[in-house]
């Protein structure tokens, strides 16, 4: 069965997810891991022929399962230990808009932190600071958004207070934030709005906020967030150009981690990108690796780098985007792009719902054109990089055509979006039949057979109605 090829990454994907969830509603950690264990046990079973071949790898995979949930629910439930006080010289490694202020992660030798800052201190990533402050434990929410998990999933250990900066005599360091802080004040100063706003979110994982309301209205928002959709397009222009190179997986994994880097090793980011990585190194030693299961154990990589990304809402759209992907092959051809469109749109509608509250319906349709359409305009964005570096108004002239291209799509978008202007609102049972919808798509992509599709689909929606009560 397709099972045993293509999930057991997707079982230890689920019982890692199962131990981190209960551990978070008060399970002790190793009860939780121990119920993470058994429920892989429970779905490897699905694929059990009684052979003793797959009993070894069941059990072998039931062990992997309880000894990775026992590790991440370990670190879930242990606070680092935090200073009293920080005197330190630090680096600004990240900074975004934060209400009225700014907030940063500031990286010192005693580990990351952050900080709310106002904007008229023009810090920027990259800057050496002088650093004294308080240091308190992330805020925890048990109720909308929770500021702990969504530190912790960005590397930070605690929050500062208090705070006291100087600028070191050093000022700027020579490392990727200053790079990234550069090349974004270059992007922001040579290239037109749309064109410029569309760079700033491929290249660095920045949202223009003018962007962001459009998609929002046209229900692709997904395509500002660095995705397996941005990195695949990336790695596919890398990899085409350098198709007659000996060296072309080699350099395009060395450009890969390039790009990730400059992305902020953004959640989603992240997970394409050692997904992608997987599938060259596969056809690097020539063992090609199925899309489900690259997703999967890109996935695990990252929970168990970091478990809070299960609460990232970039990770959990990511994931669950990519293994819908991985399942479109089952529709029938002339109609796969309708499908996939209206699938994807589905699965995802509990997750947006949950956490944005509305969603517009207008996505169903403007996703079917707007996907392939900005692939190409996406291109050629990225191409506008060195073409902008061409003399005489060259560089000029193309881009103006870019920016006019974008412009132009942007006005179809507006004029199919005022055909559907409804929007659902927050609704309780759109996860559930989000999670339906997808398991019952992926347990025919796996051959599970009817009766045991069914199973599996009643079971996930009834865990999932115990960890979210």
Request: hydrophobic share 55%; proline share 4%.
């Amino acid at each position: 069965m397709k099972l045993l090829y293509e999930a057991p990454g997707l079982c230890l994907l689920t019982s890692l997810v199962i131990s981190i969830l209960l551990t978070a509603k008060g399970f002790p950690f190793w009860l939780a891991s121990v119920v993470a264990g058994s429920v892989m046990l429970s779905l490897g079973f699905c694929s059990y022929d009684g052979t003793d071949e797959v009993f070894a790898i069941l059990i072998l995979c039931f062990l992997i399962g309880l000894s990775g949930s026992l590790w991440l629910t370990w670190r879930v439930t242990h606070e680092p230990k935090l200073p009293d006080r920080l005197t330190e010289t630090a680096i600004v490694a990240f900074e975004r808009p934060w209400g009225s202020k700014r907030a940063l992660i500031l990286k010192t030798a005693q580990g990351n932190y952050v900080a709310e800052v106002t904007p008229n201190l023009a810090l920027r990533e990259g800057d050496r600071i002088k650093v004294k402050a308080s240091v308190l434990p992330l805020e925890k929410k048990t109720s909308g958004f929770n500021p702990y998990t969504y530190w912790r999933a960005r590397g930070v250990s605690g929050r500062l207070v208090g705070l006291q900066l100087l600028k070191s005599n050093k000022g700027r360091t020579f490392s990727l934030y200053c790079w990234r802080s550069i090349l974004r004040k270059w992007v922001l100063l040579n290239f037109p709005l749309r064109v410029r706003g569309y760079l700033l979110a491929l290249l660095f994982g920045v949202k223009d906020p003018d962007l962001a309301q459009v998609h929002a209205r046209w229900g692709t928002s997904h395509l500002l967030a660095v995705s397996g959709f941005h990195v695949a397009l990336v790695v596919g222009i890398v990899f085409r150009a350098l198709r007659r190179t000996r060296w072309k997986v080699q350099i395009s994994l060395f450009l890969l981690f390039l790009y990730l880097a400059f992305t902020g090793f953004a959640a989603s980011a992240m997970r394409a990108g050692i997904m992608v990585a997987f599938i060259l190194m596969g056809k690097l030693i020539g063992r090609p690796m199925k899309a489900i299961q690259a997703v999967s154990l890109a996935a695990v990589c990252l929970l168990l780098w970091r478990p809070w990304f299960v609460w990232d809402v970039g990770w959990k759209l990511s994931v669950l985007s990519a293994l819908a992907i991985g399942c479109i092959d089952i529709f029938p051809k002339r109609f796969s792009l309708l499908l996939s469109s209206a699938f994807l749109w589905t699965i995802t509608a509990g997750i947006v719902l949950v956490t944005f509250k509305t969603l517009p319906i207008a996505g169903l349709i403007t996703n079917i054109f707007a996907i392939p359409i900005f692939a190409i305009l996406f291109m050629a964005v990225l191409l506008s990089v060195p073409i902008a570096l061409l003399p005489y108004g060259l560089g000029a002239t193309v881009i103006s055509f870019v920016e006019k291209s974008i412009l132009a799509f942007e006005y179809v978008l507006n004029w199919m979006t005022s055909f559907v202007p409804m929007s659902i609102v927050d609704t309780w049972h759109w996860p559930f039949i989000s999670l339906a919808v997808f398991f019952i798509i992926l347990a025919r992509k796996l051959e599970l057979g009817c009766l045991r599709s069914v199973c599996v689909t009643i079971c996930g929606l009834m865990l999932y109605g115990v960890l979210l009560s």
